[in-house]
């Protein structure tokens, strides 16, 4: 297979809303390069990229898919992307990877709220963008409404290049870059070349000044240039495009109908000859500070976008090659470990076929197999010592659920198949919390959830169940209180004998010390749930021998471990030990420690106990005109709203919230606000519990242990 240099290797990431024709339209460039000599279609499931079985149960895309083509002496590496945000890290990981964006929406529904999310990621990532309106020849199509919503999502420097219009009844485009007019039979493929008609020559001829005129500003050669002429030319042209393109303030629109194969060759022909290549973007910069350029002299560095699992082939890893060459059996290092890996396979992917190849160079997009440390968002490198490239950071999960097998046998084979998917999937948090004994999964919501089911029980062959995670909660006290507990055991020969009086306060930071009291020593213990236990020893008299104090305490220590309300962790205690008694034969640690816990636990019931509950910061950014509903909705979960920022078109509103009310609250806010608002969180510390649900969490817990 022939080898392109970084200048004639062109990488795009189709983006854009669910059912936008992205695939369609990557099936027809295929097609249309001669790579496939049939076009297949989603509704018949036989396409390049859809090849998923999942995707096929769905009628959608669900994975990014690496695609190549050749056109004109120019590789096009595409990667066709899912439409639905629960899939962002499929999109956000080809978003990173890609030298041109191209943003493909549906002449039906313009740029609707589908395409403001996606959009939101590619303008955060600065990348040239083109925008393509596809479906122009169905009955529904409005170009000119699509165009007005692109220009309102993204601004006036969405820029036409095309438009279509009917002549005779003929699907035609007017490219106003060429000034040609294109005229398609009614099954597409390679249009007539016309001269733009007399009655749309005047408006073309404005289009293209504005087209000019935009390209002239990237550049003061270009601006001196068309001040001269009053005009630039095609190879000018070009020139102030991609200067454009490559400070992301120029969005060249298209126009095709994917399905029929109507502009796809033009839109191919622009990629090869205007659109950023590898060798036009930044260099990337590493976490060391250092840069790695784009090319082929320096040493090699790999960037590992995206991993797959599949059972007859094991994990398949792609990567982009971001600097110098890879070649067969190389010797790469991770340079996040220092492992070493031998790259035996080389391929070119287009979708679930591989092309072996020998060699790949900078800017390149491949895929090798059977690396035994990889994982998605590693460097490979020629020197172990070589910088890291940047990571993608993948957002926050927005559903979090506790993960059972329903085997209860299986849980081992569950929580090896999980780990696997993480390392494939970044936006599929892993975590197990100690104190509920729960392993709990993140995603990007139900679809992406179902998606997690469907590929456990299908890849790996074991059924999961999922649940609302519990939640951590901490008990405490409000008031001070004393109790008494002698605990006497008698069988035969030494028995057990232990009595401890002490009192319990609320314990805060800077409070003075206790009174009334004979202070004979103190320890403050750091509780690694967070809070604190400050013990005193009171004792008068030698009632109590000095040998049981740390039994005591450690008796008091075990019941803060599990709280008499909930079995939650206690904190923020303090207790004097003041009183006691002890039997010479009798007394031993084991009875102190279990008179202190028994004693400290009268004490807490009888100190007003309280519960506090985890509450979290969190940060929304939520367009203006929804902003209402969602205030009402967070009130109605108890959150406290703290700021309100304008943004844009948005509001970025900060509030505090208890994380019990956020099991549901992604799904809820999705349905508020279409998707468009999106938000992340971070934890905040502990506050009380509103009594009418404390109660309630106290009657769970009690039917539980009965």
């Known amino acids: 297979m022939k080898v392109f240099d970084n200048k004639h290797i062109k990488n795009v990431a189709f983006v854009g ?60 590496n595409i990667i066709d992307t899912p439409g639905l945000d629960d899939f962002i890290g499929e999109i956000m990981s080809s978003i990173r990877v890609a030298d041109t964006i191209v943003t493909v929406i549906n002449a039906k529904h313009g740029a609707d709220i589908g395409t403001e999310i996606i959009w939101n990621y590619v303008d955060k990532y600065h990348k040239p963008t083109l925008f393509v309106i596809n479906k122009i020849d169905s009955e ?127 839109l191919m022909g622009f990629i090869d000859n205007v659109a950023p290549a590898a060798a036009d973007l930044k260099p990337e910069q590493t976490l060391e500070g250092d840069l790695v350029k784009p090319e082929l002299e320096a040493d090699t560095s790999l960037f590992v976008f995206k991993t797959i699992y599949q059972p007859n082939l094991g994990q398949i890893t792609f990567f982009k090659v971001k600097s110098g060459e890879v070649n067969v059996n190389d010797k790469l290092f991770i340079t996040r470990t220092g492992e070493s890996e031998t790259l035996n396979q080389l391929y070119i992917m287009d979708g679930k076929e591989k092309h072996a190849v020998q060699k790949l160079t900078t800017g390149d997009i491949g895929a090798t197999t059977k690396l035994k440390y990889t994982e998605t968002n590693d460097t490979l490198a020629s020197k172990a010592e070589a910088g890291t490239i940047k990571p993608i950071k993948f957002p926050q999960p927005r559903l979090v659920k506790a993960v059972f097998a329903e085997n209860s046998s299986e849980e081992e084979k569950l929580s090896e198949a999980l780990k696997r998917i993480h390392s494939q999937d970044l936006t599929v948090d892993l975590s197990y919390n100690s104190e509920t004994h729960q392993t709990l999964v993140g995603t990007q919501g139900e679809l992406h959830l179902a998606t997690l089911t469907w590929i456990l029980e299908n890849i790996y062959d074991v059924k999961a169940r999922f649940e609302a995670p519990k939640i951590s909660y901490r008990e405490t006290i409000q008031r001070s209180a004393t109790a008494n507990y002698r605990h006497k055991k008698q069988s035969g020969g030494s028995g057990q004998f232990g009595q ?45 021998d000095q040998r049981y104090l740390p039994s005591i305490m450690k008796g008091i220590l075990e019941v ?147």
Not at 238 to 245: C, P, S, T, V
Not at 662 to 670: A, E, I, P, V, Y
């Open 17 to 76: 809303a669910h059912r936008s024709g992205k695939t369609t339209l990557s099936e027809t460039m295929l097609f249309e390069a001669g790579l496939i000599n049939r076009r297949g279609t989603v509704e018949q499931q036989n396409t390049v990229s859809d090849y998923h079985e999942f995707e096929h149960r769905r009628g959608a895309s669900v994975f990014a898919t690496p695609l190549h083509t050749e056109w004109r002496n120019y590789k096009i």
């Open 140 to 266: 529904k199509a409005n170009f000119e409404k699509s165009y007005e919503s692109l220009k309102e999502l993204v601004g006036n420097n969405a820029v036409l290049v095309q438009y279509p219009i009917k002549i005779d009844g003929a699907q035609c485009i007017i490219d106003v870059l060429k000034m040609k007019c294109y005229k398609f039979g009614p099954e597409g493929g390679k249009p007539e070349k016309l001269p733009i008609p007399d009655d749309q020559l005047e408006y073309a001829k404005q289009l293209h000044n504005e087209l000019v005129e935009k390209a002239a500003e990237n550049d003061e050669e270009l601006m001196e240039l068309y001040f001269d002429k009053g005009t630039l030319n095609e190879e000018e042209l070009r020139k102030g495009i991609k200067l454009g393109m490559l400070n992301h303030d120029f969005f060249p629109v298209f126009c095709v109908s994917a399905l029929k194969d109507m502009g796809t060759g033009r």
């Open 560 to 706: 803060m471990e599990s709280g008499p309300l909930t079995k939650s962790y206690i904190r923020d205690v303090r207790v004097m030990v003041y009183d006691g008694k002890m039997h010479a034969v009798d007394s031993n640690d084991i009875s102190f420690k279990i008179a202190g816990a028994n004693a400290f636990k009268e004490a807490f019931l009888n100190a007003n106990p309280k519960l506090l509950e985890p509450i979290d910061h969190m940060t929304l950014r939520v367009p203006e005109q929804m902003v209402g509903s969602v205030m009402t909705e967070l009130q109605s979960r108890r959150a406290m709203i703290q700021g309100v920022e304008t943004e844009f078109n948005y509001q970025i509103l900060k509030c505090t919230i208890p994380s019990a009310e956020l099991t549901d609250f992604s799904t809820q806010l999705r349905s508020l606000t279409q998707g468009r608002a999106t938000y992340s969180t971070t934890f905040d510390g502990y506050a009380s519990v509103p009594n009418h649900i404390q109660k309630e969490l106290i009657k769970e817990q009690e039917l539980i242990t009965t």
């Open 500 to 544: 401890v009086h002490l009192k319990i306060e609320p314990y805060y930071e800077g409070m003075p010390e206790p009174e009334g009291f004979s202070l004979r020593g103190k320890e403050e213990v750091d509780l690694p749930w967070e809070g604190k236990l400050v013990f005193y020893n009171c004792i008068v008299g030698g009632v109590i």
